[in-house]
Structure formats: structure tokens, C-alpha cells
């Protein structure tokens, strides 16, 4: 079925310390997997996406990381700063030509200062 | 350039009422997509359309319906109210496939 799962749910970290969030999917022709930050009372914003035919991608202190064979992709945060500290959801592109997105389950970040 | 807006921002109805949700999507994006956020099912998606046709349903109840028009903006219907319709409900746009998808604000949408 269409499933992405995300963990882990809760993530509290340091200030300057690195964050991890891991996500699996199930469908093996999706070939698009964006990451979304949430704050609270706010939309989610796209932070960086990587396609399938890529296997890391950087931007500045984030990075995601995409295993195609094991169907895992992978947000890193390093250098985390309070500001960083909200709901992180990874998704995955189902139904090739199209955008309808099965997004995980959700990680609240708390970084503490 | 504007962003996606969805109106009202937030609504309260009677169980058995009907609602009905608008988006506009960025200028020159023809792809609206819809979902639901609650706090225990996380971000649903209900349906995608492209160039005024449904291209993807969720899985949701025939209560939940949708339509686009001819300058891309998209309505969604609720009808029959209940209560665990509760929600935000937020809409997305896109320019075309497998890219980015931009959000509205939402609508917080409350039973009673």
C-alpha cells in the first residue's frame, strides 16, 4: 500500500548538536521525496527534496540522503540552532505523473538552547 | 508573486451542516492538491486535480469532494458534517509533476 513511515516521533537535541530523521517508503516507483518543516500555527515549507536518480543532496547545514535500493531517505541537521526546533515530515510522491504526496507521521525537533 | 490563499481562514459548523473550502493556487500553476491535518492521522491527502480534472483521490468518504476551474482554482466540499471532521485543511500547488508542492495557510475548519 501507499505508506511513508517516520522516525522517530520526538527528537530533542543540544544546541550545535547533530539531528536525524529517518523515513521509509513503500512504493518503489516513487522518484520524489521532499522534506517539510512545520512551525507551529504555520504552513509547511518545502526545506530541500531529492529526486531518485540522486543519492545525497546539501544545502548549506541540512542534508538528505536517499537509498533507492532499501527505500529509506534520510534528513541530517547539523549545527542545530533553536530556530530549528519544530515538526519535521518527510514525503513521498505516489502515482507516477502526478503530485499527490504521502507524507510520514511527523518529528517535533526540540533543540535546546 | 503571490502565494497560495485559501479562504476562510477558519470556519465553526453544526454537524449535518455542508462547508465549502476555496484555494488559489500561484499564478500559472495548474495542479492543486488537498489534504487534511490532524493531530492524530498527521497530513492526509484527499484528492489532486490538473487542468480542471480529478487525477487522484485518497482514501476518504464520498462526502469529501472537490472540483477546479478554468483559472486553476480549486473548491472542496464537505457535507454531512461530523464531528471528526475537524481539521486543518490545507491546499497545495504545483507548477507540474514531482516538484515542489507550495502551501496555503489553511483553513482551520471546527464541528460543534
Known amino acids: 500500500g501507499e505508506n511513508v513511515e517516520q522516525h522517530p516521533s520526538t527528537l530533542s537535541v543540544q544546541e550545535g548538536d547533530s539531528a536525524v530523521i529517518k523515513c521509509t517508503y513503500s512504493d518503489s516507483a516513487s522518484n520524489y521525496f521532499p522534506w517539510y518543516k512545520q512551525e507551529l500555527g504555520k504552513r509547511p515549507q518545502l526545506i530541500i527534496d531529492?529526486?531518485?536518480?540522486?543519492g545525497e543532496k546539501k544545502d548549506q547545514r541540512i542534508a538528505v540522503t536517499l537509498n533507492k535500493t532499501a527505500k529509506h531517505f534520510s534528513l541530517h541537521i547539523t549545527e542545530t540552532q533553536p530556530e530549528d526546533s519544530a515538526v519535521y515530515f518527510c514525503a513521498a510522491i505516489y502515482g507516477g505523473a502526478t503530485n499527490k504526496l504521502i507524507f510520514g507521521t511527523g518529528t517535533l525537533l526540540a533543540v535546546q538552547p | 508573486k503571490a502565494g497560495v490563499t485559501q479562504t476562510p481562514r477558519y470556519l465553526i459548523k453544526t454537524r449535518g451542516q455542508q462547508v465549502t473550502l476555496s484555494c488559489s493556487p500561484i499564478s500559472g500553476h495548474r495542479s492543486v492538491s488537498w489534504y487534511q491535518q490532524t493531530p492524530g492521522q498527521g497530513l492526509q491527502f484527499l484528492f489532486e486535480?490538473?487542468?480542471?480534472?480529478?487525477?487522484n483521490k485518497g482514501n476518504f468518504p464520498g462526502r469529501f469532494s472537490g472540483r477546479q476551474f478554468s483559472n486553476s482554482r480549486s473548491e472542496m466540499n464537505v457535507s454531512t458534517l461530523e464531528l471528526g471532521d475537524s481539521a486543518l485543511y490545507l491546499c497545495?500547488?504545483?507548477?507540474?509533476?514531482?516538484?515542489?508542492?507550495?502551501f496555503g495557510q489553511g483553513t482551520r475548519l471546527t464541528v460543534v
Open positions: 531529492i529526486r531518485s536518480n540522486v
Open positions: 486535480y490538473f487542468s480542471e480534472t480529478q487525477r
Open positions: 497545495a500547488s504545483s507548477l507540474v509533476e514531482n516538484t515542489e508542492a507550495f
